[in-house]
């Protein structure tokens, strides 16, 4: 099976722009996490998708939002770009069916977004 | 407060050693713990996962311990080579439907093995 694609890989904004990052699950995997991860903070957790529904939030402003569509595939969406939202953005999906708990999660490469 | 460590950001042992790496954590009951590995600008690679009724996982070189008495896991490589270089990622999976889909991650401890 082919694994989790992100793209694209990396992206360079100036502050106050917006930016739209995608994730393309495993097949079969219905559930879709996003991270943010940082030097200073490490990995964190943004939110989580299963068929097509946000099920579950991080401590993240409004400025981040995401989606998922009905093929599984997800977007993150960052508005009003900040310094501070330089990182490495990674998603991961999972079968999810669970509903109580996290399923294994597996990695995408990451977009590696800079904001200047 | 909630809290979840490892033990050093990090660990230099020689080639053929085994390497220890250790996850604690404060105030949470999670269902159970994964260990990642993290090379420099990649997404995290699953490597193991053991539930909090299980006392040992191997996989492998690979060994993964959990205590929830302790609130310890403890993560070991045996006949480490320059290869296993990179970072290692303790994460929890706590139970609740507020809980779904989301892992906390331990800062990283980082392994260099020297030939």
């Known amino acids: 099976k082919a694994g989790v694609t992100q793209t694209p890989r990396y992206l360079i904004k100036t502050r106050g722009q917006q930016v739209t990052l995608s994730c393309s699950p495993i097949s079969g995997h219905r559930s879709v996490s996003w991270y943010q991860q940082t030097p200073g903070q490490g990995l964190q957790f943004l939110f989580e998708y299963f068929s097509e529904t946000q099920r579950n939030k991080g401590n993240f402003p409004g400025r981040f939002s995401g989606r998922q569509f009905s093929n599984s595939r997800s977007e993150m969406n960052v508005s009003t770009l900040e310094l501070g939202d330089s990182a490495l953005y990674l998603c991961a999906s999972s079968q999810g069916a669970g509903g109580t708990h996290t399923d294994t999660q597996y990695f995408g490469p990451g977009t590696r977004l800079t904001v200047l | 407060s909630q809290k979840i460590e490892q033990n050093s950001e990090a660990l230099n042992i020689q080639e053929g050693k085994t390497a220890t790496l250790t996850c604690n954590y404060t105030n949470y009951s999670p269902a159970y713990l994964q260990w990642y590995r993290q090379d420099p600008g990649r997404g995290p690679v699953f490597l193991l996962l053991?539930?909090?009724?299980?006392k040992e996982k191997r996989k492998e070189r690979l060994k993964v311990t959990f205590d929830t008495t302790l609130k310890q896991s403890l993560f070991h490589i045996t006949a480490s080579q320059p290869a296993d270089s990179a970072t290692y990622l303790c994460?929890?999976?706590?139970?609740?439907?507020?809980?779904?889909?989301?892992?906390?991650f331990g800062q990283g401890t980082t392994l260099q093995v020297k030939p």
């Open positions: 053991i539930r909090e009724n299980e």
């Open positions: 994460a929890l999976a706590l139970y609740g439907s507020s809980n779904t889909g989301k892992l906390i």
